[in-house]
């Protein structure tokens, strides 16, 4: 099966950038960042905690999911399909040798 996994961007409420600096010293990188760390978007230099972040960007998040959801179901009716054909070559086949 294909990669299904995504990564949603969290944007900035007030500006829409996607760029945000940690500002706590022990996880500089936002993403390894606890929820309650502060972030800062680097571009208007709003002031957020990760979790206030998330909180805004929720309805986004849950989107890709929902996506996420109907491509994981694509995919496994696609194998399954596949799975169905395969098996009835093969009883096709087995048909074929007994007669
Ligand atoms: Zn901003």
């Known amino acids: 099966m294909k990669d299904l996994s995504r990564e949603v961007s969290m944007l900035c409420p007030v500006c829409g950038n996607d760029q945000f600096e940690s500002l706590d010293e ?3 990188d936002p993403s390894e960042a606890p929820d309650s760390a502060l972030l800062k978007c680097s571009d ?4 957020y905690t990760k979790e206030e972040l998330f909180q805004e960007n929720s309805e986004k998040i849950e989107l890709a999911v929902e996506e996420m959801k109907e491509e994981v179901l694509q995919e496994v009716e696609k194998e399954l399909k596949k ?3 395969q098996h009835r070559t ?6 074929e040798l007994s007669v």
């Not at 093969?90 to 048909?95: D, E, L, Q, V």
């Open 90 to 95: 093969i009883r096709k086949a087995r048909t």
């Open 83 to 85: 799975a169905l054909r």
């Open 26 to 28: 022990h996880y500089p």
């Open 44 to 47: 208007c230099g709003a002031t």
